[in-house]
DNA sequence: GTCTATATGGCGATAGAC
DNA sequence: GTCTATCGCCATATAGAC
């Protein structure tokens, strides 16, 4: 099968995206994005008639790819540990290719609450019938939850924090980024025991 | 006692504070600074020749308080779930009252990634060696760590993480304003056994 | 020290030829 | 569809009166 060459929008996303990454909204060029892409800046404007439709672009294509797959992955069968097994495989992935997203979410929240949400249930995301999944699950598994939000948000916070802080982390312990890699690795291994145990001790019954 | 009236330069330093903390630097405007200080742009200049050197200001003061307010407690005596308690039950709360924290300094790391190392050095900012406080912590309490960061990483997620989010969760699950401050708390009790136990488990011996 | 007015440069966006 | 050339704005920064 030979690769077609990929059209010029193709192209065009392919290069805002990584310059979106890079520098977030504020600090991307859209010189730096048109020279990525191998065309000129006057193209860009022809197939997104500006920078934030072309931002939005990107910014929801990811997001829909996210909210979809761990979505999928929490709604659907197997063990607590199994799902969080898959969940940090997966997420730590897509967010060392996408740490700005988590910050876009947030801040579009304060800014266009109603425009996420509505890509979120467009992409059929409920997070609180994912937190109620994980609640069965756990119910099956023998532990009652008290406070099941706390469980979800220290799911969360391991798992986004330390990929959006990589450059926090990496000044601070002056890490290269093979070792930033190895560290995201060695997460992604550690994260689901470190949960269902810290919760089981919290449940003792 | 009379409170003086704040001098210019404090009124700039405030300002900008409020301006940088909310924008980063980038998002900044020198125009919006000068309103909310007060008074016009040129003065800023006066103060500050240009724009990098107010920022430079602001964000050694942030990471002062940033670093400082971890750093002091974990150098300190104790046994680590002591520390924990009283981390989370201090930081939790600084968080809250300053939330843009966090995103500002991971986000100036971003945006001037080397400017940054040079401000560090400068002012003696040692993470590493509160970490190997840490492990020492640990050591004496019978528990060996193989990879420290991972804990590090851990401690501090669960606690900046849910406070900069806040408008994620509270809008992912319809919580009122009281319903965020209970989990807060509730938070502050029930981390440092989570983290605890969460990492016996990975260290049985 | 503090102001008004202006210079300077960069960036998003458009016009128009091919 | 793709390019070159250029516009117009806005942000930082400076000059110079008071």
């Known amino acids: 099968m030979v690769k077609k060459d990929p059209s010029t929008e193709e192209k065009i996303l392919t290069a805002a995206r990584e310059v979106f990454h890079k520098r977030g909204f504020g600090g991307a060029r859209m010189q730096d994005i048109a020279d990525t892409a191998g065309i000129n800046k006057a193209l860009l404007h022809y197939y997104f ?92 598994e023998g532990i009652e939850m008290e406070v099941p939000l706390q469980m979800f948000a220290n799911i969360l916070s391991l798992s986004i924090f330390p990929v959006v802080a990589r450059p926090m982390l990496s000044h601070f312990f002056s890490l290269t980024d093979e070792d930033m890699d190895r560290f995201y690795e060695e997460r992604k291994k550690n994260l689901p025991r470190f949960i269902i145990n810290g919760m089981k001790f919290q449940n003792p019954k």
């Open 49 to 140: 008639r500006n920078k934030e439709n072309l931002f939005n672009a990107v910014f929801t294509e990811a997001l829909a790819a996210m909210v979809g797959t761990v979505s999928n992955i929490f709604m659907g069968q197997g063990s607590l540990e199994e799902k969080l097994v898959r969940f940090y495989d997966y997420h730590i992935t897509f967010l060392q290719q996408n740490s700005y997203l988590p910050w876009f979410i947030i801040n579009g929240l304060y800014e266009k609450p109603d425009q996420i949400r509505e890509l979120m249930t467009r992409n059929n995301f409920h997070p609180d019938k994912v937190l109620a999944r994980i609640v069965d699950n756990l119910k099956e």
